[in-house]
């Protein structure tokens, strides 16, 4: 399985770059880059955007990994998209996604969110060609919440699962994010 880690120094170096020349380009530090390359830290939602940027990618590039299945060669894409959230009393806020399924959505934002509150989510997913749309807007309810160092990661759950009927753009960002490869 290829590896978030493994794609970063693959990526890099098809670019010619060393970790430290990745390291200027980002601003982050070089101790950064080769923790990322050897898979002892995972970047956050700003430094993912930074990254990509920097290797001239979108992020969805950047995180698609490639799963070995003799059987169906299956590549699964981790849909990466922007988010805004519409809480229950009535303010907005953006967030990054970062997992997206028929059920709900895993996301980064700066704040905590309180588990069982109601909200609102609607897309835009960052990926190259026509896919480049918002979505519907989804209803669903904060399941946890917690911080990871500045900034916090939670769940949503939607009330229902996505399906073609109701939500034909959301559907099509998860039949993009996967598909069969041989």
């Known amino acids: 399985m290829k590896t978030f880690s493994t794609k970063l120094k693959e990526l890099r170096q098809m670019r010619g ?13 070089i101790t950064t880059i080769a923790n990322y390359e050897i ?18 990618i979108d992020v969805s590039e950047l995180l698609e990994t490639q799963i070995n299945n003799k059987e169906r060669g299956l590549a699964r894409r981790y849909l990466v998209a922007e988010v805004s959230l519409r809480l229950e009393n009535g303010t907005l806020m953006s ?9 709900g959505i895993g996301i980064y934002t700066e704040e905590a969110l309180r588990p069982n509150e109601r909200v609102s ?19 669903g309810s904060i399941r946890w919440s ?16 996505i399906n073609k009927d109701e939500l034909p753009i ?3 960002y998860l039949e993009y994010a996967t598909t069969l490869r041989f």
């Open 121 to 139: 989510v609607r897309l835009v997913f960052l990926v190259k060609g026509s896919l480049n749309k918002t979505t519907e807007e989804v209803q």
């Open 95 to 103: 967030a990054l996604a970062v997992n997206v399924s028929r059920e």
């Open 17 to 29: 770059l060393t970790q430290k020349g990745l390291a200027e380009k980002t601003g982050l530090h």
């Open 39 to 56: 898979d002892r830290r995972e970047p956050k939602a700003n430094q993912l955007k930074i990254l990509a940027k920097a290797l001239g």
């Open 146 to 161: 917690k911080a990871i160092g500045k900034n916090y990661t939670s769940g949503i759950r939607f009330d229902k699962a």
């Open 170 to 172: 959301l559907s099509s």
